[in-house]
Structures are given as structure tokens and as C-alpha cells.
Nanobody
């Protein structure tokens, strides 16, 4: 089993920054791909960024390229999402996710077996 706990969400003005953290515990073999998804009210959950454990290969969805950075600290079992130049359209609940399979390009919800409870990010204009 894998447990994921997100933190770092909050409210910021457009142009500001936030850094999300996801502390993971449990079987490391079930966390070969880790990532961030987000879901705004009335919209489907979408993949934002993923990273392959130990390999460091990353994927970022087009709308956040150049603004968000995904990273991980394996010693701390923690996944991060540095979010810069935030826009109102980034407002959503952000979820940490993990799966045994290695990341393979654009992530989808069905690719991940483990999920955190989410942390809210609100960006005001």
C-alpha cells in the first residue's frame, strides 16, 4: 500500500508562486511513477506533471510548461511541484498520484492506482 499526503496549497494573487509537497510512504516499488493532477469545479481531473522515480524523466502538460517544475527527493520520499507565474486558470484541487508502472508520456487518471486527498490552490486576478 502507498499513502500520499499533500501540502502547500493556498491562495495567491496572479503572478505569485506556491510549492506543493507530497509526502509518500509505503512500498517504493509501487511509486515508480509519481505525479500531480488537478481538478477544477465542473471539470475533469487532468494530469499536470509526472516524474519517473530514480530516472528523473518528466512530463509537463503544455499549459504549465515554463512555469511549473516537478521534482522529487527520494531520501525524503517527497514529491514537489513548484508553481510560478500562477494564473487564475490554475485554480483547482491538486492531487498527488503514484503507480507501480513507470511514467509513459501524457498521464491519465486511469494510469495511477494511488491518490492523495488533495490540496486546494486558488489564484485570484
Amino acid at each position: 500500500q502507498v499513502r500520499l499526503v499533500e501540502s502547500g496549497g493556498g491562495s495567491v494573487q496572479a503572478g505569485g508562486s506556491l510549492k506543493l509537497s507530497c509526502e509518500a510512504s509505503g512500498d517504493t516499488r509501487s511509486r515508480n511513477c509519481m505525479g500531480w493532477f488537478r481538478q477544477a469545479p465542473g471539470q475533469e481531473r487532468e494530469g499536470v506533471a509526472v516524474i519517473s522515480r530514480g530516472i528523473g524523466i518528466t512530463y509537463l502538460t503544455d499549459s504549465v510548461k515554463g512555469r511549473f517544475i516537478i521534482s522529487q527527493d527520494n531520501a525524503k520520499n517527497t514529491l514537489y511541484l513548484q508553481m510560478n507565474s500562477l494564473k487564475p486558470e490554475d485554480t483547482a484541487m491538486y492531487y498527488c498520484a503514484a503507480d507501480r508502472s513507470y511514467c509513459n508520456g501524457r498521464p491519465s487518471v486511469g494510469d495511477f492506482g494511488y491518490w492523495g486527498q488533495g490540496t486546494q490552490v486558488t489564484v485570484s486576478s
